[in-house]
């Protein structure tokens, strides 16, 4: 149910005009069409891969499997809306459907923020707490990800319902939370959002990835690697990508950060129309990276795609759904 709807709607016909010339918006769609095609095709071969093996199908491997869809709902639905609306000029979709496509973008940047946090606290219990990590079901895996999914939900709702607002930003061209009405209920909603979607998430990633990696030195260090019941080869791929992790979710997420606390604290007028454009674009370009740090990146996977791109070279060639033996072995990390 939308609260205040005309008073909305007629807020949302008088929106001042991008603070873009149509060149400035035919670049931002170009990036946007590429993007959506790069980060389509990688997450529809990220699914492709878990459906041919069915090795690869593993409670662990659910969560990048949640978020190869959170990836695909975004540049799915969002690039499109946005890259329409910049070769346009201007918001093209109306105020409902300025509704629609901002709460989805929240919504999936939401879920792929506490899915990636689930990565995360997998990582940490199946390097640092083996005990712990070896007896979670995939009941366990299914809780974990159904929160990540209904965190995602209440905060991309709240808007709609009158905790703050949604409609299109500066550029024109895209919607947002609207944080040129910088009231108390967006202060308050985008001070909740930082907090629970951003400072928490970021915390536990620290400190599970600090954790990873110092369990796995003083594995190292005491020669015992051996002993522990983990593919460590596999482990450490992992590990040595957390660093990356953790500096790609700040780089995403930061500017449109950045954007909301200068909005909550200060003039939202002095933003300058660049900030408000690079914020959300940052955010939806971990649709194609997330890809490659969290599933191509490891060796495995890459085994897998090598396998399949050699089954589709020779069609002649009877194919499984088997993977090759190095892949199927172990279940990636």
Same mark, same amino acid.
Request: hydrophobic residues 45%; glycine residues 4%.
């Given at each position: ?8 709607s007629s ?9 873009f #010339?149509?060149?400035?918006? %035919? ?11 790069? +980060? ?6 990220? /699914?492709?891969?878990?459906? @041919?093996? !069915?090795?690869l ?6 969560i990048?499997?949640?978020l190869?869809? #959170?990836?695909?709902?975004v ?5 499109p809306? +946005? ?6 000029? +201007?918001w @093209?979709?109306g ?7 901002? $709460? ?7 879920a792929?923020?506490?899915? &990636?946090?689930v990565?995360?606290?997998d !990582?940490?219990?199946?390097?640092? @707490? ?9 009941r366990n895996?299914?809780?974990?990800i159904?929160? *990540? ?6 905060? $991309?709702?709240m ?6 607002s949604?409609?299109p930003d500066?550029?024109?061209?895209t919607?947002?939370?609207n944080?040129?009405k910088? =009231? ?5 909603? #985008?001070m909740?959002v ?5 400072v928490?998430?970021l ?6 990835y ?9 594995? *190292?260090r005491?020669?015992?690697l051996?002993?522990?019941? #983990?593919d460590?080869s596999?482990?450490?791929d992992?590990?040595?990508m957390?660093?990356?992790?953790? /500096?790609?979710? &700040? ?5 449109y ?5 200068? $909005?909550?604290?200060? =003039?939202?007028? @002095?933003?300058?129309?660049?900030m $408000?454009i ?7 370009s %971990?649709?194609?990276?997330n ?9 495995k996977? !890459?085994r *897998?795609? &090598?396998?399949?791109?050699?089954c589709? %070279? ?9 993977l ?10």
């Amino acid at each position: 149910m939308f609260l205040n709807d005309s008073a909305n709607s007629s807020e949302s016909e008088h929106e001042p005009h991008s603070a873009f #010339t149509q060149t400035e918006h %035919s670049i931002v769609a170009a990036y946007l069409i590429t993007a959506g095609v790069i +980060s389509l095709l990688s997450n529809i071969i990220v /699914l492709g891969i878990f459906v @041919k093996y !069915r090795e690869l199908r593993t409670a662990t491997n659910a969560i990048i499997i949640n978020l190869a869809f #959170t990836d695909i709902g975004v540049s799915g639905i969002g690039y499109p809306m +946005s890259a329409a609306s910049d070769l346009h000029g +201007s918001w @093209k979709f109306g105020y409902a459907g300025c509704q629609i496509y901002a $709460a989805l973008n929240i919504f999936f940047g939401m879920a792929s923020i506490g899915l &990636l946090t689930v990565v995360a606290i997998d !990582r940490y219990l199946t390097i640092c @707490k083996p005990h712990i990590g070896r007896s979670l079901s995939a009941r366990n895996y299914a809780v974990l990800i159904l929160a *990540a999914w209904i965190n995602a939900v209440f905060w $991309a709702s709240m808007p709609v319902v009158g905790w703050a607002s949604y409609a299109p930003d500066p550029t024109g061209a895209t919607c947002t939370v609207n944080w040129r009405k910088n =009231d108390a209920s967006f202060v308050s909603f #985008t001070m909740s959002v930082i907090a629970v979607n951003f400072v928490v998430p970021l915390s536990v990633m620290f400190y599970c990835y600090y954790n990873v990696s110092q369990t796995m030195n003083q594995y *190292a260090r005491s020669n015992c690697l051996e002993s522990i019941d #983990t593919d460590w080869s596999d482990q450490a791929d992992v590990t040595k990508m957390s660093v990356v992790m953790i /500096l790609m979710f &700040l780089l995403a997420w930061s500017p449109y950060s950045i954007v909301c606390l200068w $909005a909550s604290f200060g =003039d939202p007028k @002095k933003i300058p129309p660049a900030m $408000a454009i690079i914020g959300p674009l940052f955010a939806k370009s %971990s649709t194609f990276y997330n890809p490659c740090i969290y599933v191509i990146a490891n060796k495995k996977f !890459r085994r *897998a795609i &090598l396998a399949m791109v050699r089954c589709q %070279s020779q069609p002649e060639m009877t194919t499984t759904n088997a993977l090759p033996m190095s892949i199927s072995q172990s279940t990636i990390a």
